[in-house]
Structures are given as structure tokens and as C-alpha cells.
């Protein structure tokens, strides 16, 4: 494991530990935002398959009203009626906040809150199961914009999750580890000098006590 090139001091001690105490904080409460994020993330991986499930079972009963209709109608009566809309549709895009992640918020509005404003035709030359698919067509519109959400937010969670998943990476196997053999190092060292210390002090005192005796024998 690498250590990093400091200063063997007492005060680079006090430093580093403080530094490491900060960073296994930061572990702790980064892995704690993985572990929320990946929670959220899989609440959403479960809502976009039942709303892909919901959007593809309405899309085929739309498809399968419109072929019924094309087979009672003129092609180009159905043509003409489906021509101009009634009505007109406005979406809006806003963000909110999930998990520290901004994420968008859909949401639409229609030019007439009217029901009957849906049928972009007069009734008398068109069939019920035409009226049925565009009744069904309509309903289709938030589903849509309700799975897009829930797709787009589960991917930035799923890019917000790897970001995070490397820097808990990044301080558990480099960053803890370096700063733990770095500070033994440096308390090997330091111990190291303490017992030279010692000794050459012991040394000192030893030399000392025998030039004292040497000295009170002449």
C-alpha cells in the first residue's frame, strides 16, 4: 500500500488522523446515499414496467379500435376525420429534487377541458369504435409523459449511484487505506526516535554517573 511523502511529525500525525477521521465519516455517509439511491432507483425500475405495461396494453386496444373503424368507415372519410384536431396540447417541464438529484417533472395541459372537444369530428359519418380508440387515444397522453419521467429519473439516479459508488470506492480501497499505512508509518518512526532518545539519553546519564564516581575516587 502507498504512503504518502510527509513530514514524520508529530503535528503531520495529528493532521492525518484528523483527515482520516473525516474521510471515514464521509464513507459512512456516502455508502448510506448509495444504499438510498439504489433503493429508489429499484421503486423506480418497478414503476416504469407497470407503466410500459399499462401504455402497451391501452396502445393495442387504440390500434385495434382504429382497425375495426378502417374496416366500417371509407378510408378517406377515416383520414379526413382524424385531420384537424379539436383541441391543442401543452407540455411543461419543470425539475424537482430527488435524493440531491434534480430530476424532471412533466406535465401537460389541453386548450379545452371539455370532453367532447377530443373528437376532431362530427359524429354523424363516423363509427363508436372510432370514438372509442380516440376516447382511448387520449387517455394515453399522461401515461406517456408519466413513463418518460419515471425513465429519464431512473437513469440520472443510475449515473448519480456510479458517481457515488466510485468515490465510496475511491476512499475505501485508496484513500482510508493509504491514510491508515501513512499514519502507522509515521507512529513506527516517531517510536522509532522516542527509544534512539532514550537510549542516547540512558547513554548520557551512564557516562555522566561514571565521571562523577571516576572523579570522586581521585
Known amino acids: 500500500m502507498a504512503v504518502l511523502q510527509v ?7 495529528s493532521r492525518l488522523k484528523k ?13 448510506d446515499k ?9 421503486e423506480l425500475i418497478r414503476e416504469n414496467m407497470e407503466l410500459r405495461t399499462q401504455l402497451e396494453e391501452k396502445m393495442a386496444d387504440v390500434y385495434a379500435g382504429f382497425v375495426i373503424a378502417g374496416a366500417q368507415m371509407d378510408d378517406a ?23 440531491s438529484v434534480d430530476v424532471p417533472d412533466f406535465s401537460f395541459s389541453e386548450s379545452s377541458s371539455e370532453k367532447r372537444d377530443i373528437y376532431p369530428y362530427g359524429l354523424a359519418f363516423t363509427s363508436g369504435e372510432l370514438d372509442s380508440s380516440v376516447e382511448a387515444l387520449s387517455e394515453v397522453l399522461p401515461l406517456m409523459l408519466k413513463l418518460a419521467q419515471a425513465e429519464k429519473t431512473a437513469q440520472l439516479l443510475a449515473e448519480e449511484i456510479e458517481k457515488t459508488r466510485r468515490r465510496v470506492n475511491a476512499l475505501e480501497y485508496v484513500q482510508i487505506p493509504t491514510l491508515q499505512e501513512t499514519i502507522k508509518s509515521i507512529t ?19 557516562m555522566m554517573i561514571a565521571q562523577h564516581y571516576g572523579a ?3
Do not use: W
Open 19 to 31: 483527515r482520516l477521521t473525516t474521510s471515514m465519516r464521509g464513507h459512512k455517509l456516502l455508502k
Open 188 to 206: 513506527m518512526k516517531l517510536d522509532e526516535n522516542e527509544r534512539s532518545n532514550l537510549a542516547r539519553l540512558m547513554k548520557i546519564k551512564d
Open 34 to 42: 448509495r444504499d438510498d439511491l439504489m433503493k429508489k432507483f429499484l
Open 77 to 99: 372519410v377515416l383520414q379526413e376525420s382524424l385531420m384537424l384536431p379539436q383541441t391543442q396540447v401543452y407540455a411543461e417541464v419543470n425539475t424537482r429534487n430527488v435524493m
Open 7 to 13: 513530514n514524520p511529525t508529530r503535528m503531520e500525525l
Open 216 to 218: 570522586a575516587e581521585k
